[in-house]
């Protein structure tokens, strides 16, 4: 019966010993169930967690069982499992210091630079900026911050695209369609694709009048984020040329490089706290 068999589980994980990293094992694995749940999309049955995480079913089902009563997760109609909007709240209070970590990185960039900086991340299908330092110059670029754009017409967005699955692209794209924000917009997914392999050969991204006419960005991905993040600058066509872009691009991968490295030790400072 379902019931002697939750209590069973339950039995059986209590003489287990606790988690090899000193913490608390259940909060561990209901971590490790919300984040394979983002990764297949927001929407899986309790098969598929078994599957994927090697926890038995009444295991996955009490964790998921407290999730919902959390708001972390909900139960579908069909009898899977979403993410719950109690982590809206969560992602975007996320977002913001992830943003406000990196601005001393991003004024750093336009220090160096001279143009804006930016910093967007991956949500859902989308591009949304959580930071941004302003040139100085009086002709400049500016973003603000929270805006959401498509990942096709941005450097960003190939920046942040750069490394997933030919694949999970192609669907992407499919589920955003590709408007054309300029003439100079990429509107193909196969465009688009030669476009992220132009990005792993040279190591940046560009975004050459694509989003806005008049207007070039420079992006890097930010290397091993916790969430797929990615830094830019933005100014002028007639300022970013290609002999700007030479003397620009190294000053942003070494940006990407030590914030990359500041945000791993914040958070081996609060897994030792």
Request: charged share 20%; aromatic share 4%; hydrophobic share 40%.
């Amino acid at each position: 019966m379902p019931t002697s068999s939750a209590a069973s589980a339950s039995a059986t994980d209590a003489a287990k010993p606790a988690s090899a990293s000193g913490g608390v094992q259940s909060l561990e694995r209901a971590f490790d169930l919300l984040e394979r749940m983002a990764d297949a999309g927001g929407e899986v049955g309790l098969s598929e967690l078994s599957a994927s995480s090697g926890l038995p079913l009444p295991t996955i089902h009490r964790l998921m069982r407290t999730l919902v009563a959390c708001g972390y997760v909900r139960q579908q109609s069909n009898r899977r499992y979403a993410l719950g909007p109690r982590l809206i709240r969560l992602g975007e209070s996320a977002s913001r210091l992830l943003g406000t970590w990196a601005r001393p990185y991003l004024a750093r960039l336009v220090e160096e630079t001279g143009e804006t900086a930016n910093m967007a991340l991956l949500d859902g299908d989308e591009v949304v900026y959580v930071a941004q330092v302003p040139s100085k110059h009086s002709m400049r670029m500016f973003t603000e911050v929270g805006r959401r754009v498509l990942p096709h017409s941005t450097g960003v967005g190939k920046a942040l695209l750069v490394d997933a699955p030919p694949g999970e692209v192609r669907a992407l794209l499919a589920r955003t369609g590709m408007p054309a924000a300029t003439e100079k917009t990429i509107t193909t997914p196969d465009g688009f694709l030669e476009a992220l392999e132009l990005v792993r050969g040279a190591g940046y991204a560009v975004d050459d009048n694509e989003q806005e006419m008049g207007v070039r960005c420079l992006a890097v991905p930010v290397p091993n984020s916790p969430t797929p993040a990615a830094i830019s600058i933005s100014g002028p066509a007639g300022r970013v040329t290609e002999t700007a872009t030479e003397r620009i691009v190294p000053i942003l991968q070494e940006v990407a490089r030590d914030l990359s490295e500041a945000l791993a030790s914040t958070a081996a400072a609060h897994q030792q706290g």
